[in-house]
């Protein structure tokens, strides 16, 4: 009879943590889903950013394995799903294997900044901003332990111009409205 229930309990254990969702399921299942915007950068497509940039920034942008970047957008009559998305996309991220980093709030946009690995050897950051009267966008940089120093770098090095940002002004006219 004991046997029976400790068998029982893992069965159940078992079950629920395969049914755990996770961010790159969720990505993955979104690929097709004309309601998002979305955008997969792979490492060769930042190449041509090399150039202008310093060895430690090159080194960075070696560490990068993949940039996802999804956009909902809120229009007429889709309020509800909308509503689904987000609650799905903010159960994944609450899930302990995402840390935050930092949290800014303005009167519409709320921006959550968070990473998996450790605080030396970032495995993913993840950028997520929501605005109920517009949509929400997440942003996942996908690396090989990435050093959180060299990733301002590459961040100062992107507000100096060094690197093309232009992808980011197609989500602007996205939420355009």
């Known amino acids: 009879m004991r046997i029976h229930r400790i068998l029982l309990m893992l069965s159940v254990f078992v079950l629920f943590s395969c049914q755990e969702k996770s961010l790159q399921k969720y990505l993955v299942e979104k690929q097709d889903d004309r309601n998002f ?5 792979a490492p060769g497509m930042l190449e041509g950013f090399k150039a202008n940039l310093s060895p430690d920034e090159q080194e960075t942008l070696n560490s990068i394995k993949k940039i996802n970047v999804i956009a909902y957008k809120i229009h007429d009559g889709n309020i509800e799903e909308y509503q689904q998305e987000k609650e799905t996309l903010e159960s994944i991220l609450s899930q ?19 990473y998996t690995g450790t605080e030396t050897a970032i495995e993913e950051v993840i950028i997520y901003a929501s605005d109920d009267n517009n949509g929400f966008v997440l942003g996942r940089l996908h690396g090989n332990k990435m050093k959180p120093d060299q990733l301002l770098t590459l961040v100062q090095a992107s ?8 992808f980011m002004e197609e989500m ?3 939420f355009a409205k």
């Open 172 to 174: 602007m006219r996205f």
């Open 37 to 41: 915007l979305k955008a997969d950068i």
């Open 159 to 166: 507000n100096k111009g060094n690197i093309d940002t232009s």
């Open 96 to 114: 302990d294997k995402y840390n935050d980093l930092t949290r800014i709030r303005s009167n519409e946009w709320s921006v959550n900044f968070l």
